[in-house]
Protein backbone atom coordinates (compact mmCIF):
# COMPACT_ATOMS: atom_id res chain seq x y z
CA UNK A 1 0.00 0.00 0.00
CA UNK A 2 1.14 3.00 -0.97
CA UNK A 3 2.60 5.31 1.96
CA UNK A 4 0.31 8.70 2.84
CA UNK A 5 2.23 11.45 3.02
CA UNK A 6 1.65 12.94 7.00
CA UNK A 7 0.36 16.42 6.60
CA UNK A 8 0.63 18.57 10.28
CA UNK A 9 -1.37 22.03 10.02
CA UNK A 10 0.14 24.36 12.71
CA UNK A 11 -2.43 26.38 14.17
CA UNK A 12 0.59 29.00 15.84
CA UNK A 13 2.24 29.14 12.16
CA UNK A 14 -1.14 30.65 11.01
CA UNK A 15 -1.32 32.88 14.76
CA UNK A 16 2.02 33.83 13.72
CA UNK A 17 1.19 34.80 10.46
CA UNK A 18 -1.68 37.09 11.79
CA UNK A 19 -0.06 38.55 14.49
CA UNK A 20 2.91 39.77 11.96
CA UNK A 21 0.06 41.00 9.29
CA UNK A 22 0.17 37.99 6.90
CA UNK A 23 -3.72 37.56 7.27
CA UNK A 24 -4.10 38.23 3.55
CA UNK A 25 -3.13 35.03 2.78
CA UNK A 26 -6.70 33.98 3.61
CA UNK A 27 -8.03 35.47 0.36
CA UNK A 28 -5.63 33.76 -1.96
CA UNK A 29 -7.99 31.22 -4.35
CA UNK A 30 -5.12 29.72 -5.73
CA UNK A 31 -5.75 31.28 -9.75
CA UNK A 32 -1.66 31.01 -9.93
CA UNK A 33 -1.75 34.88 -11.41
CA UNK A 34 1.01 35.20 -8.92
CA UNK A 35 3.23 32.87 -9.95
CA UNK A 36 3.08 33.47 -13.74
CA UNK A 37 4.46 37.03 -13.16
CA UNK A 38 7.03 36.71 -10.77
CA UNK A 39 9.86 37.19 -13.36
CA UNK A 40 12.34 34.91 -10.46
CA UNK A 41 10.32 32.20 -10.71
CA UNK A 42 12.01 29.02 -12.82
CA UNK A 43 9.41 27.41 -14.61
CA UNK A 44 9.88 23.78 -13.16
CA UNK A 45 9.62 25.63 -9.63
CA UNK A 46 7.00 28.28 -10.01
CA UNK A 47 6.49 31.01 -6.54
CA UNK A 48 4.47 32.04 -4.83
CA UNK A 49 0.97 30.40 -5.41
CA UNK A 50 2.54 27.03 -3.48
CA UNK A 51 3.62 28.81 -0.87
CA UNK A 52 0.45 30.65 0.03
CA UNK A 53 -1.11 27.63 -0.09
CA UNK A 54 1.67 26.36 2.09
CA UNK A 55 0.40 29.58 4.63
CA UNK A 56 -3.26 28.94 4.40
CA UNK A 57 -3.12 25.51 5.75
CA UNK A 58 -0.67 26.28 8.32
CA UNK A 59 2.20 23.95 6.93
CA UNK A 60 5.06 25.17 9.01
CA UNK A 61 7.72 22.79 8.32
CA UNK A 62 6.96 22.58 4.37
CA UNK A 63 7.18 26.78 4.37
CA UNK A 64 10.61 26.70 6.59
CA UNK A 65 11.80 24.34 4.67
CA UNK A 66 10.51 25.73 1.20
CA UNK A 67 14.03 27.84 -0.43
CA UNK A 68 11.40 30.02 -2.57
CA UNK A 69 10.62 31.79 0.40
CA UNK A 70 14.44 33.60 -0.27
CA UNK A 71 14.38 33.41 -4.05
CA UNK A 72 11.88 35.82 -3.50
CA UNK A 73 13.19 39.48 -4.06
CA UNK A 74 9.94 41.06 -2.51
CA UNK A 75 9.44 43.25 -5.74
CA UNK A 76 5.29 43.03 -5.36
CA UNK A 77 4.54 42.54 -9.22
CA UNK A 78 2.51 39.44 -7.90
CA UNK A 79 1.31 41.72 -5.19
CA UNK A 80 -0.47 44.30 -7.71
CA UNK A 81 -1.51 41.68 -10.13
CA UNK A 82 -3.41 39.84 -7.31
CA UNK A 83 -6.81 39.72 -7.70
CA UNK A 84 -8.01 38.73 -4.22
CA UNK A 85 -5.45 41.22 -2.63
CA UNK A 86 -3.87 38.74 -0.95
CA UNK A 87 -0.39 40.53 -1.44
CA UNK A 88 1.54 37.54 -1.47
CA UNK A 89 5.07 39.24 -1.35
CA UNK A 90 4.03 40.70 2.24
CA UNK A 91 3.55 37.07 2.98
CA UNK A 92 6.75 35.83 1.88
CA UNK A 93 8.51 38.77 3.56
CA UNK A 94 6.85 37.69 7.24
CA UNK A 95 7.58 34.07 6.45
CA UNK A 96 11.13 34.98 5.81
CA UNK A 97 10.98 37.24 9.36
CA UNK A 98 9.60 33.97 10.90
CA UNK A 99 11.99 31.67 9.77
CA UNK A 100 14.82 33.97 11.37
CA UNK A 101 13.21 33.53 14.60
CA UNK A 102 12.44 30.62 14.82
CA UNK A 103 15.81 29.30 13.83
CA UNK A 104 17.65 31.44 16.39
CA UNK A 105 20.46 30.51 18.18
CA UNK A 106 19.44 31.15 21.20
CA UNK A 107 15.54 31.40 20.10
CA UNK A 108 14.69 33.89 23.36
CA UNK A 109 17.02 36.09 21.64
CA UNK A 110 15.15 35.93 17.82
CA UNK A 111 11.95 36.55 19.74
CA UNK A 112 13.51 39.62 21.16
CA UNK A 113 14.91 40.78 18.16
CA UNK A 114 11.68 40.23 16.42
CA UNK A 115 9.41 42.22 19.15
CA UNK A 116 11.61 44.95 17.79
CA UNK A 117 8.19 47.18 18.28
CA UNK A 118 8.56 46.92 21.91
CA UNK A 119 11.82 46.02 22.36
CA UNK A 120 13.58 48.67 20.21
CA UNK A 121 14.79 50.91 23.34
CA UNK A 122 16.63 47.98 24.85
CA UNK A 123 18.42 47.32 21.74
CA UNK A 124 19.73 50.84 20.79
CA UNK A 125 20.14 51.87 24.48
CA UNK A 126 22.11 48.55 26.32
CA UNK A 127 24.84 49.01 23.83
CA UNK A 128 24.98 52.64 24.63
CA UNK A 129 24.69 52.34 28.49
CA UNK A 130 27.72 49.29 27.80
CA UNK A 131 30.12 52.04 26.69
CA UNK A 132 29.27 54.61 28.82
CA UNK A 133 30.05 52.47 31.74
CA UNK A 134 33.39 50.90 30.02
CA UNK A 135 34.39 54.68 29.74
CA UNK A 136 33.02 55.57 33.28
CA UNK A 137 34.85 52.74 35.04
CA UNK A 138 38.16 53.11 33.33
CA UNK A 139 38.34 56.94 33.62
CA UNK A 140 37.52 57.86 30.09
CA UNK A 141 34.56 59.87 30.29
CA UNK A 142 35.74 63.74 30.34
CA UNK A 143 36.55 65.16 26.72
CA UNK A 144 40.47 66.57 27.35
CA UNK A 145 41.14 70.17 26.29
CA UNK A 146 43.45 69.61 23.60
CA UNK A 147 41.99 66.46 21.53
CA UNK A 148 44.14 64.82 18.77
CA UNK A 149 42.72 61.59 17.95
CA UNK A 150 39.17 59.69 19.13
CA UNK A 151 41.94 57.32 20.48
CA UNK A 152 42.71 58.91 23.51
CA UNK A 153 39.13 59.02 25.03
CA UNK A 154 37.79 55.71 23.89
CA UNK A 155 41.58 53.44 23.41
CA UNK A 156 41.59 50.46 20.59
CA UNK A 157 41.80 48.23 23.57
CA UNK A 158 38.55 49.10 24.34
CA UNK A 159 36.79 48.72 20.95
CA UNK A 160 38.52 45.05 20.43
CA UNK A 161 37.61 43.99 23.89
CA UNK A 162 34.15 44.51 23.28
CA UNK A 163 34.00 43.62 19.29
CA UNK A 164 35.91 40.43 19.47
CA UNK A 165 33.63 38.44 21.70
CA UNK A 166 30.30 39.96 20.25
CA UNK A 167 31.97 39.17 17.14
CA UNK A 168 32.67 35.38 18.19
CA UNK A 169 29.26 34.97 20.10
CA UNK A 170 27.27 36.24 16.47
CA UNK A 171 29.57 34.09 14.36
CA UNK A 172 28.93 30.82 16.87
CA UNK A 173 25.15 31.84 16.87
CA UNK A 174 24.85 32.76 12.88
CA UNK A 175 26.40 29.23 12.52
CA UNK A 176 24.17 27.21 14.28
CA UNK A 177 21.22 29.02 12.49
CA UNK A 178 23.16 28.08 9.23
CA UNK A 179 23.03 25.00 10.38
CA UNK A 180 19.77 24.41 10.92
CA UNK A 181 18.60 26.08 7.92
CA UNK A 182 20.65 23.78 5.38
CA UNK A 183 19.45 20.69 7.52
CA UNK A 184 15.84 22.01 7.07
CA UNK A 185 16.14 23.24 3.41
CA UNK A 186 17.92 19.65 2.71
CA UNK A 187 15.01 17.47 4.12
CA UNK A 188 12.59 18.16 1.02
CA UNK A 189 12.62 17.92 -2.40
CA UNK A 190 15.14 16.60 -4.86
CA UNK A 191 18.73 15.46 -3.16
CA UNK A 192 21.35 18.05 -3.54
CA UNK A 193 24.70 17.27 -5.89
CA UNK A 194 27.84 18.91 -6.14
CA UNK A 195 30.35 21.03 -3.70
CA UNK A 196 28.78 23.73 -1.54
CA UNK A 197 31.87 25.33 -1.79
CA UNK A 198 31.48 25.67 -5.48
CA UNK A 199 27.75 26.67 -5.46
CA UNK A 200 28.61 29.62 -3.12
CA UNK A 201 31.61 30.59 -4.94
CA UNK A 202 28.76 31.26 -7.62
CA UNK A 203 26.31 32.74 -5.42
CA UNK A 204 29.15 35.13 -3.97
CA UNK A 205 29.43 36.01 -8.07
CA UNK A 206 26.15 36.51 -8.02
CA UNK A 207 25.27 38.56 -5.02
CA UNK A 208 28.40 41.35 -5.61
CA UNK A 209 26.50 41.75 -8.86
CA UNK A 210 22.71 41.25 -7.41
CA UNK A 211 22.09 39.59 -10.87
CA UNK A 212 18.68 38.80 -9.66
CA UNK A 213 17.04 42.36 -9.17
CA UNK A 214 18.08 42.97 -12.48
CA UNK A 215 15.57 40.21 -13.61
CA UNK A 216 12.92 41.84 -11.79
CA UNK A 217 11.86 44.86 -13.41
CA UNK A 218 10.16 46.65 -10.60
CA UNK A 219 13.13 46.10 -8.33
CA UNK A 220 15.68 46.90 -10.57
CA UNK A 221 16.06 50.81 -8.42
CA UNK A 222 16.57 48.80 -5.40
CA UNK A 223 18.88 46.55 -6.73
CA UNK A 224 21.54 49.81 -6.68
CA UNK A 225 20.53 50.53 -3.58
CA UNK A 226 21.22 47.03 -2.36
CA UNK A 227 24.34 46.88 -4.70
CA UNK A 228 25.71 50.18 -2.96
CA UNK A 229 25.12 48.74 0.77
CA UNK A 230 26.90 45.40 0.24
CA UNK A 231 30.24 46.95 -1.46
CA UNK A 232 30.17 49.75 1.26
CA UNK A 233 29.69 46.83 4.05
CA UNK A 234 32.19 45.35 1.95
CA UNK A 235 34.81 47.91 1.60
CA UNK A 236 33.95 48.98 5.51
CA UNK A 237 35.39 45.66 6.53
CA UNK A 238 38.41 45.72 4.30
CA UNK A 239 38.81 49.00 5.83
CA UNK A 240 38.96 48.06 9.25
CA UNK A 241 41.11 44.45 8.06
CA UNK A 242 43.69 46.95 7.00
CA UNK A 243 43.73 49.03 9.71
CA UNK A 244 44.47 46.33 12.46
CA UNK A 245 47.02 44.66 10.28
CA UNK A 246 48.66 48.94 9.84
CA UNK A 247 48.07 49.70 13.68
CA UNK A 248 49.12 46.19 15.52
CA UNK A 249 51.67 45.11 12.59
CA UNK A 250 53.38 48.20 11.56
CA UNK A 251 51.89 50.79 14.76
CA UNK A 252 50.59 53.34 12.38
CA UNK A 253 50.36 56.47 13.85
CA UNK A 254 46.15 57.72 14.01
CA UNK A 255 44.61 59.69 13.03
CA UNK A 256 45.34 59.41 9.25
CA UNK A 257 45.28 62.28 6.60
CA UNK A 258 42.26 62.49 4.36
CA UNK A 259 44.76 61.48 1.71
CA UNK A 260 45.84 58.10 2.83
CA UNK A 261 44.80 55.30 1.14
CA UNK A 262 42.94 53.64 4.15
CA UNK A 263 40.96 56.85 4.48
CA UNK A 264 40.30 57.31 0.78
CA UNK A 265 38.78 53.52 0.49
CA UNK A 266 36.95 54.02 4.25
CA UNK A 267 35.43 57.66 2.96
CA UNK A 268 34.45 55.58 -0.60
CA UNK A 269 33.08 53.22 1.60
CA UNK A 270 30.91 55.67 3.59
CA UNK A 271 29.66 57.07 0.43
CA UNK A 272 28.38 53.78 -1.32
CA UNK A 273 26.68 53.41 2.28
CA UNK A 274 24.98 57.08 2.20
CA UNK A 275 23.83 56.48 -1.37
CA UNK A 276 22.73 52.77 -0.99
CA UNK A 277 20.62 53.67 1.97
CA UNK A 278 18.97 56.70 0.39
CA UNK A 279 17.97 54.98 -2.69
CA UNK A 280 15.93 52.12 -0.33
CA UNK A 281 14.38 55.33 1.82
CA UNK A 282 13.22 57.36 -0.92
CA UNK A 283 12.20 53.65 -2.50
CA UNK A 284 10.42 52.79 0.26
CA UNK A 285 8.82 56.99 0.33
CA UNK A 286 7.67 57.35 -3.28
CA UNK A 287 5.67 54.20 -3.47
CA UNK A 288 5.23 52.09 -0.26
CA UNK A 289 2.53 49.76 -2.41
CA UNK A 290 5.39 48.76 -4.52
CA UNK A 291 8.24 48.21 -1.82
CA UNK A 292 5.09 45.99 0.23
CA UNK A 293 4.20 46.09 3.69
CA UNK A 294 6.39 47.91 6.26
CA UNK A 295 7.14 45.77 9.37
CA UNK A 296 8.63 46.96 12.62
CA UNK A 297 11.40 44.18 12.00
CA UNK A 298 12.08 45.70 8.31
CA UNK A 299 12.17 49.43 9.65
CA UNK A 300 14.49 48.69 12.47
CA UNK A 301 17.21 47.03 10.60
CA UNK A 302 16.75 50.19 7.86
CA UNK A 303 17.07 52.77 10.57
CA UNK A 304 20.23 50.97 12.53
CA UNK A 305 21.86 50.76 9.13
CA UNK A 306 20.51 54.39 8.32
CA UNK A 307 22.06 56.06 11.62
CA UNK A 308 25.12 54.30 11.48
CA UNK A 309 26.48 55.75 8.14
CA UNK A 310 24.94 59.03 9.39
CA UNK A 311 26.45 58.93 12.52
CA UNK A 312 29.77 57.73 10.90
CA UNK A 313 29.80 60.29 8.52
CA UNK A 314 28.89 63.19 10.74
CA UNK A 315 31.78 61.85 13.57
CA UNK A 316 34.50 62.14 10.55
CA UNK A 317 33.35 65.96 9.85
CA UNK A 318 33.17 66.43 13.51
CA UNK A 319 36.82 65.40 14.00
CA UNK A 320 38.00 67.81 11.29
CA UNK A 321 35.70 70.49 12.26
CA UNK A 322 33.63 70.78 15.29
CA UNK A 323 35.12 70.91 18.71
CA UNK A 324 35.37 67.53 21.02
CA UNK A 325 32.51 67.85 23.22
CA UNK A 326 30.52 67.60 20.31
CA UNK A 327 32.49 65.13 18.43
CA UNK A 328 32.98 62.59 21.39
CA UNK A 329 29.29 61.68 22.23
CA UNK A 330 28.78 61.22 18.27
CA UNK A 331 31.24 58.77 18.00
CA UNK A 332 29.94 56.79 21.38
CA UNK A 333 26.81 57.21 20.13
CA UNK A 334 28.23 55.55 16.52
CA UNK A 335 30.28 53.01 18.26
CA UNK A 336 27.08 52.03 20.18
CA UNK A 337 24.52 51.73 16.65
CA UNK A 338 27.69 49.27 15.17
CA UNK A 339 27.43 47.23 17.93
CA UNK A 340 23.32 47.19 17.86
CA UNK A 341 24.17 46.02 13.88
CA UNK A 342 26.73 43.28 14.83
CA UNK A 343 24.86 41.81 17.39
CA UNK A 344 21.53 41.57 15.78
CA UNK A 345 22.90 40.27 12.96
CA UNK A 346 21.71 36.17 13.00
CA UNK A 347 18.04 37.55 14.52
CA UNK A 348 17.10 41.05 12.43
CA UNK A 349 16.11 41.19 8.82
CA UNK A 350 20.32 41.17 8.41
CA UNK A 351 19.69 37.47 8.79
CA UNK A 352 18.66 37.38 5.42
CA UNK A 353 22.33 38.16 4.02
CA UNK A 354 23.02 34.37 5.81
CA UNK A 355 19.53 32.81 4.52
CA UNK A 356 19.37 34.06 1.02
CA UNK A 357 22.94 33.00 0.39
CA UNK A 358 22.44 29.21 1.66
CA UNK A 359 18.70 28.91 -0.03
CA UNK A 360 20.67 30.15 -3.59
CA UNK A 361 22.93 27.16 -2.86
CA UNK A 362 20.74 25.11 -2.10
CA UNK A 363 18.82 25.79 -5.30
CA UNK A 364 21.60 25.50 -7.33
CA UNK A 365 22.56 22.10 -5.93
CA UNK A 366 19.80 20.71 -6.39
CA UNK A 367 18.51 22.22 -10.16
CA UNK A 368 17.72 19.19 -12.42
CA UNK A 369 19.87 18.83 -15.53
CA UNK A 370 16.73 18.47 -17.35
CA UNK A 371 14.82 21.46 -15.66
CA UNK A 372 14.46 24.63 -17.56
CA UNK A 373 17.29 26.75 -17.27
CA UNK A 374 16.93 28.99 -14.41
CA UNK A 375 15.74 32.94 -15.39
CA UNK A 376 18.31 34.54 -14.07
CA UNK A 377 21.33 32.48 -15.36
S1 LIG B 1 -1.97 34.98 -4.08
FE1 LIG B 1 -3.42 36.00 -5.42
S2 LIG B 1 -2.55 35.75 -7.47
FE2 LIG B 1 -1.55 34.24 -6.14
S3 LIG B 1 -2.75 32.38 -6.33
FE3 LIG B 1 -3.54 33.49 -4.58
S4 LIG B 1 -5.22 34.69 -5.37
FE4 LIG B 1 -4.02 34.07 -7.14
S1 LIG C 1 7.42 39.73 -4.69
FE1 LIG C 1 8.31 39.69 -6.76
S2 LIG C 1 9.96 38.17 -6.57
FE2 LIG C 1 8.63 37.87 -4.81
S3 LIG C 1 7.19 36.28 -5.43
FE3 LIG C 1 6.25 38.27 -5.88
S4 LIG C 1 6.75 38.69 -8.02
FE4 LIG C 1 8.14 37.08 -7.29
Not at 95 to 118: D, H, K, M, W, Y
Not at 289 to 294: A, I, S
Amino acid sequence: MATVPLIAPSEELREELRARGGTSAARCFQCATCSAVCDLAPDGRPFPRREMLMAQWGLADQLMADPAVWLCHQCNDCTARCPRDARPGDVLQVVRSLVIERLAFPRSLGRFVANVRTTWPVLLGAPLLLWVLLLGLTGHLGVPAHLVSWEEVVPHWMIYSVFFPVTLLVMAAAGVSARRFWVLLGSTGPPRKGSLPVALGAVAAELVTHRRFGCCETARPRRWGHLALVWGFVGAAVTSGLLIVALYGFHMELPLPLTHPFKILGNLSAVALLVGTAILVVERLKDPDRVGRTTAFDTFFLVVVALVVLTGTLVEVARLTLPAAVGLPMYVVHLSLVLTLFATFPYSKFAHMLYRTLALAHERMTRENDQPPDPTD
